[in-house]
């Protein structure tokens, strides 16, 4: 059974930093493509950022510079650091995994998701 658990939201001022982690189950995800989604109230999901099985990655414009994500394949976990926070990055923030070759931005793309871990920047 395919389990992805996210953890390290949380509260955190404007130009403050979280770090989310998401650990990855039931499945050798080595060639997944990795990603996490957002979503703010009132919104659509969308990708924040993606990681393929050949190690690429792909960030959104309005994260760039500011959010990385990783892989530690060993422990089957998938990181997204997340520096110089605002406010308009607040949502419910989900891991996702799909077993495809390329990154997708849509969620439709995306077989498996978290149950999501809340992000609020204060201003």
């Known amino acids: 059974q395919v389990q992805l658990v996210e953890s390290g939201g949380g509260l955190v001022q404007a130009g403050g930093s979280l770090r989310l982690s998401c650990a990855a189950s039931?499945?050798?995800?080595?060639?997944?493509?990795m990603g996490w989604f957002r979503q703010a109230p009132g919104k659509e999901r969308e990708l924040v950022a993606a990681m393929s099985s050949g190690g690429g990655t792909y960030y959104q414009d309005f994260v760039k510079g500011r959010f990385t994500i990783s892989m530690d394949s060993a422990k089957n976990t998938v990181y997204l650091q997340m520096n110089s926070l605002k406010p308009e990055d607040t949502g419910v923030y989900y891991c996702?995994?799909?077993?495809?070759?390329?990154?997708?931005?849509?969620?439709?793309?995306?077989?498996?998701w978290g149950q999501g871990t809340q992000v609020t920047v204060s201003s």
């Open positions: 996702t995994a799909d077993r495809r070759l390329g990154i997708t931005t849509t969620p439709l793309g995306y077989e498996f």
């Open positions: 039931g499945r050798n995800f080595s060639r997944y493509v």
